[in-house]
């Protein structure tokens, strides 16, 4: 079971079209939370923010130890845990005045095994990571999208699901500990984007194939 580390066929040019509220004058802060490896996103990303007047915050759970990010001269480098959400609120303290126009959930637990070989423990581990922490981050900043709303008129959140998580799109089997969270992943986005429609906040679900 690994941490996974990076979107591999996204770049920061299509990534960015999938996304509203980026076209303003105002200053747009994007949080996106991932290990330091993820830089095949954060790095065409971050570049393109040096051309344009807006600002990249990374967040992983190590800063310490993320020297290829701090190459990048992100904004902000801060510490969050997405499966503990102590470090979330505490992250959330730290940018309570920070409007965040794109939240991009990116931390996640690869891997998974068949019938035989899965255990309870590493599902558990994974639903904690895959679909409660995306939860418990949209929630926790759910106060700095409001912020950019005020400023620029929408905000989105970015749910880094997978396609493993379709239950139609399911004929292979097995992946049990990564297949099921990121169905209730798809699920917990579902409710997000009923729930913030009129908020003005969009919630996506994205397969980063």
Not at 12 to 20: E, I, L, N, T, W
Not at 126 to 142: H, W
């Amino acid at each position: 079971m690994r941490r996974r580390c990076g979107l591999t066929k996204l770049s920061g040019k299509c990534f960015r079209a999938h996304f509203a509220g980026c076209d303003g004058n105002e200053p747009a802060f994007h949080l996106k939370t991932g290990e330091q490896a993820d830089l095949e996103v954060v790095a065409p990303l971050v570049r393109h923010e040096r051309e344009d007047p807006r600002q990249f915050i990374a967040a992983v759970r190590d800063p310490q130890s993320a020297t290829e990010l701090k190459e990048l001269k992100t904004e902000k480098l801060v510490q969050i845990d997405t499966s503990d959400e102590a470090s979330i609120t505490a992250a959330a303290d730290l940018l309570k005045s920070q409007p965040i126009d794109l939240l991009i959930n990116n931390a996640g637990i690869g891997g998974g095994g068949g019938i035989d070989k899965t255990t309870k423990a590493e599902m558990m581990k994974q639903f904690e990571v895959n679909a409660v922490g995306p939860f418990l981050m949209t929630r926790a900043f759910l106060p700095n999208l409001k912020l950019a709303v005020t400023k620029n008129g929408s905000a989105t959140v970015g749910q880094v699901s997978s396609r493993m998580g379709s239950i139609a799109d399911n004929g292979s089997g097995g992946m049990y500990g990564y297949r099921a969270p990121k169905t209730a992943l798809n699920m917990v986005n579902s409710s997000l984007a009923a729930d913030l429609k009129d908020e003005k906040i969009i919630a996506l679900a994205l397969h980063p194939g």
